[in-house]
């Protein structure tokens, strides 16, 4: 297609630019690969341009950080002025949140990509477009996110946030408002039994989100024997079983080291609870 055809098809379809433009770096064999096209992640695509509000519960490595960092430079490059805000647990975290954003603009072809305002590499916390798009990167510290005004947030691992309540309390109100999408994406903090993450997962979809749990089986070469594989390897079987749930039970379970009681227990008798006998 011609360059203006393409970039108008890219406009109008996130999915689009990722199957046909989206290049990422294979953390495992530092290898610049395409994004692929699962379809746990074509869903992916066709939600966030469908849907205000997401909460995704994930295993480890299923290409949500990716997708999302495709999609905040989707949404500032083709729907300006876009200000998108990406939140992670500490400063060289959103950093590197911010570098995937950028190595994704890197690899596109120069008809997809837009002049940046000032320096191209020498701001590490954001991106500026001259159509006043901006893409922000904040360590997700208990002030982020109060004076944000931003179209997009992605709060991505969000369940390691020790100040997610009251970053989602300060973001609310623009949400609620419809100036604001808010994504959440997370895998299971293997350390704590509650968090507001957790809450905000189990509400859902009453409280207006979107949830979807991606289990360890999404990605196509992971099989039985794989899964075998890596649980032997593993040191912390508890973690293990946090960042690889088969189920979004096996997610948000507490994790048995820190339970006062057995959960294999605690289960058999929910399994034989009667329901109440009523009061003559």
């Not at 979004?248 to 289960?267: G, H, N, V, W, Y």
């Amino acid at each position: 297609a011609l360059p203006a055809t393409e970039r108008e098809l890219c406009r109008r379809s996130f999915l689009h630019f990722m199957t046909e433009h989206a290049w990422i770096l294979d953390r495992n064999t530092q290898a610049v690969v395409k994004w692929q096209a699962w379809p746990h992640l074509v869903q992916a695509c066709q939600d966030l341009q469908a849907e205000r509000r997401l909460i995704w519960l994930k295993s480890r490595h299923a290409g949500a950080s990716w997708t999302a960092a495709g999609y905040a430079y989707w949404m500032a490059e083709f729907h300006p002025p876009s200000g998108i805000a990406l939140l992670r647990q500490g400063e060289t975290e959103s950093q590197q949140f911010l570098d995937m954003v950028k190595f994704i603009r890197e690899h596109v072809p120069p008809f997809l990509r837009s002049p940046l305002k000032g320096s191209e590499d020498g701001n590490k916390s954001e991106m500026v477009w001259p159509s006043y798009s901006m893409i922000h990167a904040y360590p997700a510290t208990k002030h982020a996110g109060r004076s944000a005004t931003e179209t997009v947030v992605i709060m991505d691992e969000a369940a390691f946030h020790e100040f997610f309540e009251e970053n989602y309390a300060a973001l609310a109100p623009t949400v609620d408002l419809g100036k604001a999408q808010l994504i959440v994406s997370s895998t299971s903090n293997h350390e704590t039994i509650d968090s507001g993450f957790k809450r905000l997962w189990r509400a859902a979809p009453g409280n207006n989100f979107k949830p979807v749990f991606w289990p360890w089986t999404v990605r196509p070469e992971r099989d039985a024997v794989w899964y075998a594989e890596r649980q032997k390897e593993a040191t912390d079987p508890v973690r293990f079983s946090k960042e690889y749930p088969a189920s979004a039970e096996e997610a948000l379970a507490a994790p048995q080291t820190i339970m006062a009681f057995s959960k294999d227990a605690l289960d058999a008798m929910r399994l034989e609870t009667r329901e109440a006998i009523a009061w003559m």
